[in-house]
């Protein structure tokens, strides 16, 4: 390792045009310290000895002053004392101040919620401008309203969605196309840990001959929720009509949105722990219907159910279709989904040759983002078991992992970067270019342990555009952004908050072309189907702001 920690990844190139040597690096610093991050999260009690305690928190990156720059949402859990749940502690706020260094002002902005915390959403609610946020907890969630002055109101009882139970990640989209952000909350168990069986006890389990917590098979799967936004900031328990109850409850853990059938409205796939995953197609006007077997993406190729825990959605091929990827459980694949149009996906896995790198690893949040600033999408996999004793099993596996790095090298082709890196039991990731230089950073949550942040120094850079719905909502979730390589391969990117594991990323769209100086013919559909053409964008790094005309 340099001085400085960084990471230097080296890739192969296979085929395709020419680059030069400084074009086949991703470089990742670790600059938590440096920015003023020494924050450690907590959850539940060091042994894990219930399911609760397993699954950590996640980060949002927002520019929640809307002073140009991405600050941080830390969520944190609680103390688990025998079966008794302590008081949580509060999540924690992080105003960036500018070149990568962040001061916390979560007392001054009043958003220090001390539920048990697990996930973060973030929209503009009640579109004024500014972005609010909203927590998942066990028990009741959250709803933080921004003032717009540097502080948040919470509203009661989460301005109608509060979900009470165990909930996990959550998502904004615009599921009716009325121009304001609806939500879907995930639920995950609705036992109670009095309920749980102790590991070691008679009706506890074993894993590879090590008594272990239960989990989920056995216990009760939580509903999710689908809650309509009225247009003024607060909710309407829609689940009913949207169509959620007409399926069985199942253990939610990661949630996606976008136009999964390019058929302009927004669906949501569901990453669900060792059952099936749902995919919610969007009937338009915000109903629903569960299509996960028929597209098939409810399970592996094998034809088995998986435990899911993360999901990201992005064009990994270049075929101008959304494809999704999953990451699942220790001793079997995390699984990717090639979208082969009309609304059907494929198991594309060993033809991305992403299907033995994951093997023994437990993956958690994941992230489709260009990390070399290539033009293509790379794949970013948190890793961390659950079981603090695993590597006492023999397995192969261990409690704290690497986290892994997937280079694009085409076609859909992805090689894993070797690294040196800590170990760590990681949880949540959210993407975001957090000093603006036109390079996709990283933050990740790691079980009992400080937060990471891996400040992007890879040679290339490109541009971020920021998008401003007029009548789509206000962070331009769901709009589709064009661009030509100087290759002529067209790309395609989706701006979307949702994905990974109970984390929130930075909406704005990262354009970029290995050694070119310029994307050609960008061009915006917004959501509705309105389409911009911005022309050929200079790839200088910093931010552009597109913002939406209105009819």
């Known amino acids: 390792m340099t001085p400085r920690r960084a990471l230097v990844l080296l890739a192969t190139l296979l085929g395709g045009a020419s680059m030069s040597a400084a074009s086949q690096e991703i470089r990742l610093e670790d600059a938590t310290a440096a920015a003023g991050l020494e924050v450690r999260t907590l959850s539940g009690e060091p042994e894990k000895r219930f399911i609760v305690s397993s699954l950590g928190s996640g980060v949002a990156v927002l520019d929640y002053d809307q002073d140009g720059d991405l600050d941080l949402y830390v969520v944190d859990g609680a103390p688990l004392h025998d079966r008794t749940p302590g008081e949580g502690r509060p999540n924690r706020l992080f105003r960036n101040d500018g070149g990568l260094r962040f001061t916390e002002r979560t007392a001054a902005a009043g958003v220090g919620d001390t539920g048990w915390g697990f996930g973060v959403a973030v929209a503009d609610v009640d ?3 500014f972005p609010d946020l909203y927590v998942t907890n066990l028990g009741p969630n959250a709803l933080y309203r921004n003032r717009g002055d540097g502080t948040f109101e919470r509203v009661p009882e989460a301005g109608g969605a509060d979900h009470p139970g165990f909930s996990t990640s959550a998502a904004f989209f615009d599921a009716d196309g009325d121009g304001d952000p609806d939500l879907v909350t995930l639920g995950y168990t609705a036992d109670r840990i009095e309920d749980l069986p102790l590991p070691g006890a008679a009706a506890s389990c074993v894993w590879f001959g090590l008594p272990v917590f239960c989990g989920p098979s056995g ?8 809650y309509e936004n009225r247009g003024d900031g607060t909710f309407e328990d829609a689940s009913e009509a949207a169509g959620l109850r007409r399926v069985e409850p199942a253990y939610g853990l990661g949630v996606v949105t976008g136009d999964l059938d390019d058929d302009g409205d927004l669906d949501f796939y569901v990453a669900n722990d060792s059952v099936p995953n749902h995919l919610w197609r969007n009937d338009g006007g915000g109903s629903f219907t ?3 077997l028929i597209a098939g993406v409810a399970y592996n190729v094998d034809g088995l159910a998986q435990a899911g825990m993360g999901v990201d959605a992005g064009d990994f091929d270049g075929d101008r279709q959304l494809d999704l990827f999953v990451t699942n459980f220790s001793h079997d694949t995390n699984t990717a989904y090639r979208n082969d149009g009309g609304g059907f996906f494929e198991d594309s896995t060993t033809r991305n040759e992403l299907r033995m790198p994951g093997w023994f690893y437990l993956g958690w949040g994941t992230r489709f983002t260009d990390l070399d600033s290539d033009g293509r999408l790379d794949l970013f996999v948190a890793n961390g078991h659950v079981y603090p004793t695993a590597a006492e099993a023999g397995s192969g596996a261990s409690y704290a992992m690497r986290n892994q790095i997937f280079r694009n090298l085409g076609g859909g082709v992805f090689g894993e970067e070797s690294r040196e890196g800590p170990e760590r039991s990681s949880r949540g990731l959210a993407a975001g270019d ?5 390079r996709p950073d990283l933050v990740i949550t790691n079980l009992d342990d400080r937060l990471t942040l891996l400040a992007n120094r890879s040679p290339d850079r490109g541009v971020i555009l920021r998008l401003v719905g007029a009548t789509a909502v206000r962070d331009g ?6 661009f030509t390589r100087p290759d002529g391969v067209v790309e395609l990117r989706e701006a979307h908050r949702s994905g990974s594991f109970l984390s929130s990323s930075d909406p704005r769209v990262h354009l ?6 310029v994307v050609r013919d960008v061009r915006v559909r917004w959501p509705g189907g309105e389409e911009e053409a911005l022309g050929d964008l200079p790839l200088a790094g910093g931010v552009v702001v597109i913002r939406q005309r209105r009819e």
């Open 434 to 438: 957090l000093d603006d230089d036109g």
């Open 219 to 226: 216990l009760i799967p939580a509903e999710d929720g689908f």
């Open 477 to 482: 979730d769901g709009a589709r952004v064009r």
């Open 127 to 129: 579109s004024d401008g």
């Open 512 to 517: 970029a072309a290995a050694g070119a100086e």
């Open 290 to 292: 569960e299509d996960g």
